[in-house]
């Protein structure tokens, strides 16, 4: 009789979303970087709603946060969307990228010459002081995923960060210079889905929030109009 030798086993594929914090009041127009008080507009409120709703089909089991208001308010939001409702998690490896303590505060317009040290951040990220680079904030981005992964393999789960650290971990991923970080753009309310097989990244998508209002029926115009509506 001939032996049958078993296949092994193939690791499960797990699901991480890796999200931007939604739109944030700033009636002033500053960098807001690390400051408090600056919490999710009426806009930023139906973003997370839509990006709830997107999720309640994904069967996320956490929610790893940054200790940010925005992000910690978009974790809240969108929870309510989701059943079972998961644990929010607060992560410091998700927040925001520490280049923003040098520019916050300050109004776009004026950032240009108040704050000459951006236009060497552009460039190369991480090499003047106050400043990380593209390979730290990957890294802690990624931390918090591989926890993720240990955690809920063969699940699904969710990660809520900021523009810089995910857009460092997604020029990264595709193993591309530092001056391009800032070349992907991973708009507020917007979000990467990631699959692992085990610990290995085996596919990347990018979902604008415009993407996100679609997949669950609603058009651009018709969030636009529900944040208008929205007396708060």
Not at 63 to 74: D, G, V, W
């Given at each position: 009789m001939a032996q049958v030798t078993a296949s092994p086993t193939a690791s499960p594929v797990t699901r991480c979303y890796l999200a931007r914090h939604c739109d944030v009041a700033n009636p002033d127009g500053v960098l807001y970087g690390h400051l408090p008080n600056f919490p999710l507009s009426a806009k930023g409120r139906q973003q997370a709603a839509v990006m709830g709703r997107y999720l309640a089909e994904a069967g996320i089991r956490a929610i790893y946060t940054s200790p940010l208001q925005r992000a910690q308010e978009t974790a809240d939001l969108l929870a309510t969307e989701l059943f079972p409702f998961p644990p929010v998690l607060v992560r410091p490896e998700l927040v925001e990228a520490e280049f923003g303590?040098?520019?916050q505060g300050t109004r776009y317009r004026d950032v240009l010459w108040r704050k000459p040290r951006w236009w060497v951040h552009m460039v190369w990220p991480g090499l003047v002081p106050g400043d990380e680079s593209m390979g730290s904030m990957a890294r802690r981005v990624e931390r918090t995923i591989r926890e993720g992964l240990r955690e809920r393999a063969g699940e699904a789960f969710l990660c809520i960060s900021h523009g810089d650290p995910i857009q460092a971990f997604w020029a990264t991923s595709d193993h591309r210079l530092p001056w391009a970080l800032h070349r992907l753009q991973c708009s507020k309310g917007g979000l990467l889905e990631l699959r692992y097989r085990g610990e290995?990244?085996?596919?990347?998508?990018?979902?604008?929030?415009?993407?996100?209002?679609a997949s669950v029926g609603l058009s651009g115009a018709a969030t636009e109009a529900a944040a208008v509506a929205d007396p708060s």
């Amino acid at each position: 009789m001939a032996q049958v030798t078993a296949s092994p086993t193939a690791s499960p594929v797990t699901r991480c979303y890796l999200a931007r914090h939604c739109d944030v009041a700033n009636p002033d127009g500053v960098l807001y970087g690390h400051l408090p008080n600056f919490p999710l507009s009426a806009k930023g409120r139906q973003q997370a709603a839509v990006m709830g709703r997107y999720l309640a089909e994904a069967g996320i089991r956490a929610i790893y946060t940054s200790p940010l208001q925005r992000a910690q308010e978009t974790a809240d939001l969108l929870a309510t969307e989701l059943f079972p409702f998961p644990p929010v998690l607060v992560r410091p490896e998700l927040v925001e990228a520490e280049f923003g303590r040098y520019l916050q505060g300050t109004r776009y317009r004026d950032v240009l010459w108040r704050k000459p040290r951006w236009w060497v951040h552009m460039v190369w990220p991480g090499l003047v002081p106050g400043d990380e680079s593209m390979g730290s904030m990957a890294r802690r981005v990624e931390r918090t995923i591989r926890e993720g992964l240990r955690e809920r393999a063969g699940e699904a789960f969710l990660c809520i960060s900021h523009g810089d650290p995910i857009q460092a971990f997604w020029a990264t991923s595709d193993h591309r210079l530092p001056w391009a970080l800032h070349r992907l753009q991973c708009s507020k309310g917007g979000l990467l889905e990631l699959r692992y097989r085990g610990e290995e990244l085996i596919s990347k998508t990018y979902l604008s929030p415009e993407a996100l209002a679609a997949s669950v029926g609603l058009s651009g115009a018709a969030t636009e109009a529900a944040a208008v509506a929205d007396p708060s």
